[in-house]
């Protein structure tokens, strides 16, 4: 399995913890599986995907800034393609 930290430019507090990085790991077929899944809207089932592989909830990868999110996105994209 590969993983990447990726340090947030602008961290994001969410019920009183604040994230400044995570660590992204690739997907399994499980995940892209739980993925397709979860929703047919393509940006409800890339944050569900980005959840996952970070290890967090939806709603703190929510609360990210745009360039935070493309760069996390920016490492998972290979793998889906």
Request: proline letters at 5%.
């Amino acid at each position: 399995m590969k993983t990447k930290v990726i340090e947030l430019k602008d961290p994001v507090t969410v019920n009183g913890e604040t994230f400044t990085a995570f660590t992204v790991r690739s997907p399994k077929v499980k995940d892209v599986m739980a993925m397709e899944k979860f929703s047919k809207d393509e940006i409800d089932r890339g944050v569900y995907m980005m959840a996952l592989l970070c290890d967090t909830s939806m709603t703190v990868i929510g609360e990210m800034e745009t360039p935070d999110f493309m760069e996390i996105q920016r490492f998972i994209a290979p793998f889906l393609a």
